[in-house]
């Protein structure tokens, strides 16, 4: 069973004066109790109790509470309107015809569930029980506290929630520049350099979610890529 709701907004502006864009945000939440989604976090035990799944009822794994994006595209201004005529037709000087575009992705962190290094169960994983306020010091050492968290007595499931946890948030930017070199009417080169991550922000993985573990609560991980540039050459015709 799942349950999806979520708020839209949408703004895009058309071409004009050498600029559009598109800006996109949602809040969403989504709920269920599947414990075998495709992607995302980390739910932890699959169930916990098999005999008890109403208890598996939380954050989904692929919740993501907000999320934004920006996409533009925009004509440089200088050199506008500066063309020559060479043997092949028109072609436009070194200074126009130069474009940028660009994504950027921001959004919050995925859900995860806290778990037991040592199971207190017979043949299940299991989670702890919630003693106290769980606060987010958001360091890469302790991106949450644990103390809030103890272990059940032995051969009881936990209280914790499943997916109750949330890790680092995702802020990403991609970005080009292009050129167009007109030859002859359909004749073409284009030049591009693309930079993904251009500003080498790093995406950090979730923290470690093992209560009892001596690293519970550090990051050790990072997830995507770090900047990558490249550039090319293509001749339409």
Known sequence: MSNYYAGQL???????????GLVGYSWSHSIDNVVLEFGGGAAGPQPQDPRNLRAERGNSIIDLRHRLTVSYLYELPFGKGKEFLNRGGIADLALGGWQTNGILTIQTGQPFSPVLQTSTTNGTGSRPDVVGKVTYPR?????FDPSAYATP??????????????GPGRFNWDMSLFKNFV????MR???RAEAFNVFNHPQFGLPNQSIGNAQVGSI??????????????????
Do not use: C
Request: proline share 4%; net charge positive; glycine share 8%.
């Open 139 to 143: 360091t890469l050492q302790r991106w």
């Open 220 to 237: 050790t991980s990072t997830v995507g890529n770090p900047r990558q540039l490249q550039m090319g050459i293509r001749f339409q015709f």
């Open 189 to 191: 080169f284009e030049f």
């Open 183 to 186: 030859i002859h009417d359909q």
């Open 10 to 20: 949408t703004l895009d502006k058309r071409f004009s004066k050498g600029l559009s």
């Open 153 to 166: 007595a032995p051969y009881t499931y936990g209280n914790a929630s499943r997916n109750s946890l949330f």
